[in-house]
């Protein structure tokens, strides 16, 4: 199942507090040891050259491109949403990495 | 019971012609997103919340009044919630609900057995579902759910439930079918058949906004998934039910052969009740439709937690029309239940699979397969987690 309507459903428009909630999260996220790495965008759309340009690459979340994107050609203002980045999901040309177990 | 399935004709007027107007009967609240554990299949442990209070909860559930038969408490993990016992005990108070379903990893092992007595003591009349995580055996398990230890803790926990005794309590097991277990569905099946749960119920990793994990790949691929369902489709079948359970688990196999339907057509298959059967409550008072959308009706806070207005607002209907254009497809077991409930040629197919294995011949033939598979007990209700 490709769950492009997902894809597609949270593709809206971020205000500014968008990006400091998903990438504080993601900061913890990795900082607790978790199964995160990092973040990716997903570009609101493929006609936004600038979004394009951000999107497909893995950041750590204080390298991140805020979230809504400066200079986003959308008229109804930046669709593009973060995703985490799982260590079990290789990467182009990586491989996947070790998956540890933490305790409590 | 009756009263519930009495509304069911309501529920698909309600959603054909937009009349009468129904609260939901299905909700799922998540108190807290906080979670310990760390699995490969959800990041929903990462989030924090400005979480509603005990009194907000409280007043939310006076507003709604006695609709809604089942609620799912959900989270996060509900045990790391230490109000969950007055959750609860405010849920039955103002909704009495049927059912309070409760999923849990049996981390904090050592405070659920009091407090599911608790629970069961104080609100008889209604049945308690308590759901263990249960994602592979000994160290797998552990993997997927990034917890060392964690295997032992669910068998401890599984033992302190078995020990008490209340007649409206059910232990059910559950397992999240991803890409990580997939391969090795064989052995968590008789394990899990094995441990002669109250119920077992599978559900397929799916991606969801409200666990963040758009975009990330869980799902088993549609071969494997349905290889294993077919296994436990073929378990189950071999069982022998009865009165309810029989029910149920008619129920329960039409949804994992749904979910197959789902994951090969890639539509709602049949019309989802989202957002007017079922509905969820998340930590900081926003009712969603579902927790796969995860898209916000309106925040409780702005409505003095008058649930109603926001049922509703012209926002919910916003939802209801993109859901009802079909806009959005799933295999959310919470939701497929209740939208199993509310379709006819599911009911038919359900009923006339009861009345058929009631024969005695068929049910003679049952009896003698059965001996071959590990028996699932009793099997009372189809929920599972949100």
Redo the contacts between chains.
């Keep these: 199942m490709k769950w492009l309507w997902l894809q597609d459903l949270v593709r809206k428009p971020k205000d500014a507090q968008y990006a400091k909630i998903v990438l504080d999260r993601y900061r913890l996220g990795i900082k607790a040891h978790g199964e995160i790495r990092g973040a990716r965008i997903i570009p609101g759309s493929e006609q936004c050259e600038k979004a394009m340009s951000v999107a497909g690459k893995t950041y750590l979340p204080d390298d991140a491109p805020l979230i809504p994107i400066q200079g986003c050609s959308l008229p109804g203002g930046c669709c593009c949403s973060y995703t985490p980045v799982m260590k079990y999901e290789p990467q182009m040309g990586e491989a996947a990495q070790p998956e540890p177990v933490h305790t409590v | 019971m009756l009263e519930a399935l009495r509304k069911v004709p309501l529920y698909v007027m309600n959603r054909k012609f937009g009349w009468p107007k129904m609260l939901p009967m299905s909700i799922t609240i998540s108190p807290s997103p906080r979670c ?1 554990s ?1 699995c ?1 299949t959800c ?1 929903i ?4 919340e400005d979480e509603l209070s005990l009194e907000e909860w409280d007043k939310t559930f006076q507003s709604m009044g006695d609709t809604p038969f089942w609620f799912t408490i959900s989270g996060g993990e509900p045990f790391m919630n230490k109000d969950i016992v007055e959750t609860a005990q405010s849920i039955y108070k103002h909704c009495h609900p049927g059912i309070i379903n409760i999923p849990t990893n049996s ?1 904090m092992h050592k405070i659920i057995q009091p407090k599911v007595a608790t629970m069961c003591e104080t609100c008889p009349d209604t049945q308690f579902i308590i759901n263990l995580s249960l994602d592979g055996v000994g ?1 797998k398990h ?2 997927i759910r ?4 964690n295997f032992e803790k669910f068998e401890a926990n599984y033992r302190a439930l078995r020990e008490l005794d209340y007649p409206n309590l059910s232990i059910g097991i559950h397992s999240v079918i991803s890409r990580f277990n997939v391969d090795d569905i064989h052995e968590l099946y008789d394990y899990a058949f094995g441990l002669k749960p109250d119920s077992y119920i599978t559900e397929i990793a ?2 969801r ?1 409200e666990l ?6 869980i ?1 088993p691929s ?1 071969d494997k998934y349905s290889a294993a369902i077919d296994e436990l489709i073929a378990r189950v079948e071999l069982q022998q039910f009865r009165g309810i359970s029989k029910v149920t688990e008619a129920f329960r196999v039409r949804y994992y052969k749904l979910v197959k339907r ?2 090969a057509e ?1 539509t709602q298959v049949i019309p989802c009740y989202a957002g007017w059967a079922s509905a969820q409550i998340y930590a900081n008072g926003d009712v969603w439709a579902c927790c ?2 995860a ?1 916000n009706m309106l925040n409780l806070r702005s409505v003095d937690y008058d649930f109603k207005r926001v049922w509703f607002s012209k926002e919910a209907d916003t939802i209801r029309a993109s859901i009802k254009a079909k ?4 295999p959310l077991a919470n939701a497929s239940y209740t939208n199993m409930l509310m379709h006819a040629p599911t009911l038919a197919k359900v009923g006339s699979k009861v009345a058929w294995e009631s024969l005695p011949l068929v049910s003679g033939r049952h009896n003698k397969d059965a001996a071959a598979v590990p028996a699932v007990t009793v099997s009372t209700i189809p929920g599972g987690r949100k």
């Design positions: 310990n760390r490969l990041n442990w990462m989030k924090r981390l160290d552990d993997h990034g917890i060392a230890g799916e991606q906004v963040d994990t758009v975009g990330i790949s799902t549609r789902i994951l890639e796969v959308r898209d806009e959005c497809h799933c």
